[in-house]
Nanobody, 115 residues
Framework: VQLVESGGGLVQPGGSLRLSCAAS????????MRWYRQAPGKEREWVAL????????NYADSVKGRFTISRDNAKKLVYLQMNNLKSEDTAVYYC?????????WGQGTQVTVSS
């Protein structure tokens, strides 16, 4: 299993970014995919999830209405569209899949929201 995130960067408050996660090594279309984030000095927290078909999504309250998770099963990609970014969104963002018996993570992509 391999997960590779991209798309992070420096953005001003109120700006937008789209993160991508490229998956390989497993049957991507069969698994729920998740995004997590970890801010400096804080524990990793769940951000969003999407069902295997993409028909169902769920979000942490802190990002609801601002972030959108989506996936392209043909391309084995999962996305996180982040709008109206705030300074508290600054973190390393990780893609995740729970594929028994393992819980797999990417290397993360840094998102910094600052003026």
């Amino acid at each position: 299993v391999q997960l590779v995130e991209s798309g992070g960067g420096l953005v001003q408050p109120g700006g937008s970014l789209r993160l991508s996660c490229a998956a390989s090594g497993f049957t991507f279309s069969s698994y729920v995919m998740r995004w997590y984030r970890q801010a400096p000095g804080k524990e990793r927290e769940w951000v969003a999830l999407i069902s295997s078909t993409g028909g169902s999504t769920n979000y942490a309250d802190s990002v609801k209405g601002r972030f959108t998770i989506s996936r392209d099963n043909a391309k084995k990609l999962v996305y996180l569209q982040m709008n109206n970014l705030k300074s508290e969104d600054t973190a390393v963002y990780y893609c995740n899949v729970l594929r028994t018996p393992g819980n797999y993570w990417g290397q993360g992509t840094q998102v910094t929201v600052s003026s």
